[in-house]
């Protein structure tokens, strides 16, 4: 039975002057894998993470780990705590409205003058110096007069901190009513077939503020930096924003599908030993983040949502009925929604009322199978 | 085919000045038979009843009506269009916090000097103007000046006044995550079978603000305050709640079904002439209304939920799993919750996060057939 | 300088598992004055009885005490630390609606045993029983399944079972944008005049589920139920809600004076020895609780208020504008509103924005000096 | 007396069906003046502009007017009637948390093909063509299907349309509690000294999506962009943000001030003939935007804001006072928290209670004297 030991790390305090803590479980390996970092529910109404995160120690602390292994639930504790009638309302700091998934730093403006110094040096040396000046760059952003850290940032620079020290990085969300599926930087798409994740989206090496692009895009960019120089390195961290299904749900049997479908990738990866752990065959099918379109309500009213999340709609189908029983005699009460292009159903929206304009579902289009 | 006209009544006004309007639907009986009144959507984010109201329309239209009927989809346009995050939050006044379903006004103050005057008078006389009282001073209420009524109050008694016109009432709304279930008050018990609901909340003659006792308790009065003067008299008025299901859903072919069961129960009360509308056979199960409780979370925690809703679940049985993360280490992670007696589960609540106290879900104990 | 001690006591869990609590401040007195308690902050906006505790243990800790006396500043450590924007939204369960300030027990139905039982019983054999009797009912609430408890109930009954321990019980409040005012019952009348507060209203023997009643209604029905049966008592508790002005502004100069204010009445109670503390000479003005009266806007808009809070307006006196700039060629505007009487403008509401039907003022009417 | 017209333009649907709509009012100069678009209230909790706006009509019916003005009040009916508690939720979209001035469209990129095209065209063909490509591609943004446009931007981007009919465009903000600023393009800088407003942000030529941004970066650039070509051309649009002071009030003595503050600077611009207005004899400070700091809360607690809005406050001076009284025994409970260097102290949070890290002041730093 390996050890776990949990250290619990303050990442604010609150009006009343209590801290903020978030719970770290930790647990060491033979040292001969790659680390791994695991977090969830920075997003307060997608608790699915914390229950995965239950299924993978109850595995881990029975298999034989090369690998140190962190793993965070209740990411955020303001997220997580923050109620607006019965609902969690925890996709955004309910201050300022930023999303809390988006208050990451990106580190990439480092690469250059790290490309200069260490342009021989070796791959192990390269990777240890690089992996050090991000941790400890993220540690110096913390270390700042408290009074420049935003309420975000702090708890996110605490976590990318722990996210830095490791070579794989998944961050655990879901949709709001959501078909699983997986946020994958396109260099790693060989990797999306180890998880057992219909539906991925490759995505480019751009900062938007999330922790997986926070963990990668560095890396990425030390890769392409080097490439530039004329030396050819692997990008050498993988991080994964993994999408489990629909936000406030707890299915504990669900969460033990996809602990397997992590500890598939994981055994992939070398992090377990003799683990019997391997992905399913399915069909993945692979999606352009350029393509990967926002449907918006193209009028107010009441919304039956007819697309199966998952299944592949073609043009021309309805995908939604609208009741607008304002207009009962006016005109036609109820609307069917469209959609103009082959694409397969990820997401709509958690609410059955809708403003016009309203994020409606999102789609893949131009999708494809990833082999 | 019928003929159906729309008014649009003004039940206040927003901050920008502009009105807020309910659209009003009217079919014309041949008279012979009992007024109807229905309503939907006072709850912001009970939507469903709106699309019943959309297949009563459509049936309606195309049946021969003994009666008036009145139908109001949207009754409170503050709830519902009141978001907070992706949901709609319409159970109470964002401002003040009060249900808005707990604001319609109690006139059964007026039986008493009511009963002195007509004591003699013949039933058709006594309903004419017991009804014309309710209205009248429901009427003189709105009249008030403006500045001695509040915002829920207006739109609660301009739907009042509505509703006062009719024999039969029935206020249209779903539970958080619930099984169908009816408020029904106990006088009217025989009138439950004829819905298609298996689960019957048998209501005492008690005023808490909502509109079904608003619209019964005054006649229920009336008929209590007669028979102690030694004259029997019927409750003239029938009054119910019909909770549908689910909040923040629409389902049209649900909608369909519920249509049917409320034209059912409308062919018994000789609303409809030639009406093929019959009640399901199926069991039906009552409760009174102090044997419907609460069961708080006993825990802070991310629940599942185990229980079905409209199980019959057994003393002792598991009806939640609290995951508590953040004590993996120190006590048993994932809390099983049992229920102490025999039960019906009809809702729980809408969110997987709880603190300590939350309401997890409403049972039915000591819960009987109806026949 | 006195000693003071700290406990913190757990009134709850949230979703996370974390536990709530409260901090809980004692000092000792010699035992022959009246124990008083007092709580700041069962509404998360109204932060100021925070630094009145603050200036208050400031004070006590160098004056001689007669009394043991408990200071509890965020009383609600739920309401405290929500936020919905950059407000704090604490006034009532943010999941239920419910006022937070509404969930305490009423114990006076214990009332009519406890008079059968002690009719003949001493003043302070009386006194320690009920007391006694209070406290183990408050407690047996407590200990109930923890599934019978809803959240406000299991903060509110902690809070209480505190109270009751008390002789003299203050509950610091702040109105929206309010002068400063006090609840007394109106058997305390006398009490008033040694508090620096111009505004005094006056309770009736009514419970409403606030703190202050839920502390002197037992006692005050024990009174009259022993008066009834022919024996005279003095109502051997005193409890006050004080609100000690506008909410969301913390000003610790005029928390020091409202802390003077409150040693002033502790010195009239004796809870003080050799204490310099002593009422201003000030006119005080009482209203009867019934003519305390909403105002409520009479139409949607944008709001200047210009009663002055404290003043004395006049029947007819323009009390707010409301601008309405969707009508600004159909219309007026710029619509005076007038008040219909005498009165004195206690507070209005926190915003200028306003629906139709929105509180905008709370006025005494009928009002008249005390003495 | 000039005409005024009012048109009411339909900027989306909210969910029960109903338009939302935007009240537009103009009046006609004689057409030798630029023409004006002034608005208020895009962020629902900031009324004052409203009343400015009033101000402002009631003072222009009475001039002279050279130019044609387009007035829009409650440019945001969801924002203005979004209430959360007592406040107005109006900062950001409640759904998604995106700041409703952020956004507007960058046609920025409209910049290089025009140049190409127009390099040698008349100032007055330029000025009128690259305006109707505003206007235009503004309209094709508006005109592409209604499932491409989510809530936010159909607003921003009808409000934009009218914008870009203009050469001055005022945008009426407030701050939370805040002192009147104005942000003004560095290159309109000589303009500020015409408002009647002390503090003076300059912004460079960079597009956050805001209002004033969106209208007058596209001229900026095009100026810049002509300059490389070789030919020099004034901006031909001015834009500002006028910050007129807090949040949730209404001052109608305020509001007429601040209304001849606009049209000081209006006759300055020539759009009032014969008019009286004439800028105040005031200090005006400047300040860089890269210099507007930010001051967050270094702690959690309860804030007492001790530095005066407008204050030049020295390096070390106390600014505010954090309460923590949950630590009254362990620590010192009342922190005094101090600014780092001299500054102007421009605006401070809404609310007295604040998480670690929450936004406690802005401050001008590094300011100098405006001539």
Known sequence: MNQISQENIQ?????????????????????SGPKVYIQANMHGAEVQGNAVIYQLLEQLKQLTLASDIT??????????????????????????GTNWNRMYHDHSALVSEFVDKH?????????????ALLVGQTQTLLDRPAHNINTGQRIALN???????????????????SAKHLYCPEYAKASASYFDIEHVLLIPDEFGGALDEASFCPWWSLQQ????????????????????????RIDLAEAKLDAQSILSYLTHKEVLLNSPYQPANITRYGCMLKDYVAY???????????????????AGETIAHILRMERYLSEQPLQPVHI????????????????????????????????
Chains 1, 2, 3, 4 share one sequence.
Request: proline share 5%; net charge negative.
């Open 11 to 31: 990442v604010g305090e609150i009006a009343n002057g209590l801290p903020l803590t978030i719970p770290v479980y930790r647990m060491m390996g033979n040292g």
């Open 71 to 96: 793993l965070v639930p209740y990411a955020n504790p303001i997220g997580c705590n923050q109620k607006s009638g019965e609902f969690t309302l925890g996709r955004f700091d309910p201050i300022t």
């Open 119 to 131: 342009l021989h040096d070796s791959l192990d040396e390269i990777k240890q110096q690089f992996r």
């Open 159 to 177: 976590l990318q901190r722990l996210a830095h020290e490791a070579d794989i990085v998944l961050d655990l969300h879901t949709g709001p009513i």
């Open 225 to 248: 930096a080097f490439a530039k120089r004329g030396r050819d390195l692997p990008v050498m961290v993988e991080a994964f924003t993994v999408e489990l299904g629909s936000q406030e």
């Open 296 to 314: 918006y309500a193209p009028m107010g009213g009441m919304v039956e949502y007819t697309a199966h999340l998952g299944a592949h709609v073609k």
């Open 340 to 371: 103009e292009q082959d694409a397969i159903a990820i997401l709509h929206f958690a609410s059955a009322s809708v403003n016009q304009g309203t994020e409606l579902y999102k789609f893949f289009t131009n999708y494809f199978e990833l082999n």
